[in-house]
């Protein structure tokens, strides 16, 4: 075997975040298999050769053998004897895994840093720049390197260990709405998510509910069956704590209600300089992802959470539908797959031309799908592993993540409901109403808004001196960082029919209508006039996107050579 002990502790560490203090690694050497385990909670299930990330929901006796049934649970499963090995995904890809084969070597992890520190080589992979441009993500099942697969949601893969060969078998998403009256759903669900609720039995002295003041998170806190020692953290600006309609003060109430230990912690940027913040950002996330707002604490929250004793966090990630869209465009955008020919600006100001960025045919409308079933499955196959999965990679050097409602079984039923139950997760919502108390659900988040913070002097003199560097123009063309630097701290140049008064008004008008409303006066407006519905993306984002794929570029490079001999 190429690899021993010393490599994998030598990756472990170039993985671990500069302001966090880990358990000692776990890895477990032995017929011709190498793994290794960064931070490990005491909780993990292992078993010989097979590792289980995530959480599984109940005993799962043979969890760990290879060809056994997929345990209902929240993870990434890897599992092996002496001659296959294994990988198993959850029903929506929670946590991802990558793989990358050679003559020599199958390397399996959910970090792709890793992959390329034990390849030795970067391979950049141009198809996934155009989509982290367009959507802040790496794109539907791309990596940064070329010869790193993903491993898609429901699925599993095979390597058998004598001949080498890899099989790939994976469920597809299907949505079946059953002809059951509403209150024969409603119970079906309700029950589902009793006994996952029944299965999950977390020590609550060692795994934190993140509190908002939205659905998920407060389902959490009526379904689990013991609360007692549970604590809850709520996190965002210090000046929401004064705002009753903020995440921050409903997530307070709830927590004075039920009796729970309860911290607020404040996410206002860092006493650290902006590049710092940034670094630590792409290491802990790998730049999967644009969403840094959570962040600008330089991750503050899950350092203090890591060192108080946390080990995990319940995070209320699911399945349940989502948010109204009356046209295909609304339904791209809604789910955050956008590509760059998909914005107004982009279009009229010829960026989108600078790549090109195909949609996989799995991904496209299928015939006789309705606008909320592609709307849904797009959740399930697109947002859900390349951007929720993306969100738990950021957390989980520092504590475990589970995801209950991803559960097997609520999943399968969520898809059976008709589209109106699960637009806007309607039924789902009305479940939780009817067990809540009387608290309000909250009207603003906590934490500022992703465009506010790239609005900051010192993150744009940041992006733009990262944009005129020698990687930098490398890798894009001369024509996108023109235009970028022409742009970089204005606003989106609207259409003169957007700025005018009459649209201004029209626009008051429909965000005062309940949301219902305002979908069908798009949805009117889309048949009138088609060409007049359109999205501009911020020059600032667009920057920000590009500096992600320039530090990513560079860090990878460095990964590569962390494991060649002298």
Known sequence: MPYGVRDMERVLSRLTPDNLEPRPPRIIEGSGVLIGILNPVDTLPIEDESVCLGALFGAETDWWRPGAEAPEGSYALFRGDGATLELVSDIVGSRTIWYAQTDELFIAATSQRAIVCFLQGFEPNEAAYPWMLSSGTLGPGLSWDRRIRCLGPDARLRLDRRSWEVRVEQIPVEFHPEARSREEHERRLREALEATFARLDPDSAHWVLPLSGGYDSRAILLFLKDRSKLKAVTWGLKSALGDRESDAWVARELARHFGLSHEYYE?????????????????????????????????????????????????????????????????????????????????????????????????????????????????????????????????????????????????????????????????????????????????????????????????????????????????????????LEDRIGRPARAPAAARSPLRRVKSEVKRLLPAGIAALVTSIRGRLRPDSIGVDLEANRLAFRAYIISRMHALLGRDAVVLRRP
Not at 325 to 352: C, E, F, K, Q, W
């Open 267 to 483: 996410t206002d940027l860092s006493g650290e300089s902006v590049e710092r913040v940034f670094e630590r950002f792409l290491i802990a996330g790998e730049g999967r992802v644009d969403h840094i707002s959570g962040y600008m604490d330089g991750f503050a929250i899950w350092r203090r959470l890591h060192d108080s004793g946390c080990q995990g966090v319940l995070r209320g990630d699911e399945a349940f539908g989502w948010r109204p869209a009356s046209t295909p465009s609304g339904v791209i955008h809604g789910v955050g797959m956008a590509r760059l020919s998909d914005y107004r600006n982009l279009l009229r100001d010829g960026v989108a031309g600078f790549y090109e960025q195909p949609v996989p045919a799995t991904l496209q409308r299928r015939e006789q799908e309705s606008l909320s079933e592609w709307r849904d499955r797009l959740y399930q196959t697109f947002r859900t592993p390349a951007i929720l999965a993306a969100l738990n990679d950021l957390k989980c050097a520092y504590v475990e993540v589970v995801n209950p409602f991803q559960a097997r079984r609520v999943v399968l039923l969520a898809r059976g409901l008709p589209d109106t139950h699960r637009t806007d997760k309607r039924l789902f919502k009305d479940i939780v109403r009817r067990r809540s108390p009387p608290i309000a659900f909250a009207g603003s988040r906590a934490i500022e808004g992703h465009d506010s913070i790239l609005k900051n002097p010192d993150l744009l003199a940041l992006i733009s001196r990262e944009l005129s560097g020698d990687v930098a123009r490398g890798l894009f063309p001369a024509m996108l960082l023109a235009y």
